[in-house]
Nanobody, 125 residues
Framework: QVQLVESGGGSVQAGGSLRLSCAGY??????MGWFRQAPGKEREGVAV?????????AYADSVKGRFTISQDNAKNTLYLQMNSLTPEDTAVYYC???????????????????WGQGTQVTVSS
C-alpha cells in the first residue's frame, strides 16, 4: 500500500516562497506530480516529473519560471519549490504518483493512482 505524505504548506505573503515535500513512493522509475485545488475550482495540474534513465519535468503555464519540481532518490521524496507566490496560488496542494509507467502529464489527473492527503498553501496580498 502506497501512502504519500505531504508537508511544507503554510501561509506566506505575496512574493514569498514555500517548499512542499512528499514522501512515500520508492519506485526508481516513476511519474509523479503536484496538483492543486482552490475553493470552488477543479483540481489542476501544476508540475510533473518523470524519472527513468533520465529526468524530465513539465509545468503548467501559470507556474512556469516560479515553481520547480524535483526528486531526492535517496530520501524517496518529491519536492515543489514555490517562489514569487501570488494570492492566485492559494489552494490545497496534492502530490500524486502513477502506479504504472506511462504518459506523465499534469493535464490528466485521472492517470494518477496514489494521492497524498493535501497541504494548504495560503498566499496573502
Amino acid at each position: 500500500q502506497v501512502q504519500l505524505v505531504e508537508s511544507g504548506g503554510g501561509s506566506v505573503q505575496a512574493g514569498g516562497s514555500l517548499r512542499l515535500s512528499c514522501a512515500g513512493y520508492a519506485n526508481s522509475r516513476k511519474c509523479m506530480g503536484w496538483f492543486r485545488q482552490a475553493p470552488g475550482k477543479e483540481r489542476e495540474g501544476v508540475a510533473v516529473i518523470a524519472i527513468d534513465r533520465s529526468v524530465a519535468t513539465a509545468y503548467a503555464d501559470s507556474v512556469k519560471g516560479r515553481f520547480t519540481i524535483s526528486q531526492d532518490n535517496a530520501k524517496n521524496t518529491l519536492y515543489l519549490q514555490m517562489n514569487s507566490l501570488t494570492p492566485e496560488d492559494t489552494a490545497v496542494y496534492y502530490c500524486a504518483a502513477r502506479a504504472i509507467w506511462g504518459r506523465c502529464s499534469y493535464l490528466f489527473t485521472d492517470d494518477y493512482d496514489y494521492w497524498g492527503q493535501g497541504t494548504q498553501v495560503t498566499v496573502s496580498s
